[in-house]
């Protein structure tokens, strides 16, 4: 496993991998319409990707895919 793969498993990403999965989550935010008023459902679509990306594998289309189930 890599050193990457092992930080994304403990909650710890590099800055690129963060950036990634911020571009990600904000895509999916856009697709649903959720504004930044929609608090509580930002934050479950967000965790739900987050949770996804820690638990691999990170190609966009799972995060994605994640983001649009929660």
């Known amino acids: 496993m ?3 793969a092992l930080r994304a498993r403990s909650g710890h990403m590099d800055t690129q991998d ?3 999965l911020r571009d990600a989550i904000d895509a ?3 697709e649903l319409g959720l504004s930044e008023k929609e ?3 930002r934050a ?3 965790e739900r990707m987050r ?3 820690r638990r691999g594998p990170r ?3 799972n995060l994605v ?3 649009l189930r929660a």
């Open 18 to 20: 963060d950036n990634r």
């Open 39 to 41: 608090t509580p459902r």
């Open 28 to 30: 999916v935010f856009e």
């Open 59 to 61: 190609h966009n289309l």
């Open 2 to 4: 890599t050193v990457s």
């Open 65 to 67: 895919d994640a983001g």
């Open 44 to 46: 479950a679509v967000e």
């Open 51 to 53: 949770d996804a990306y």
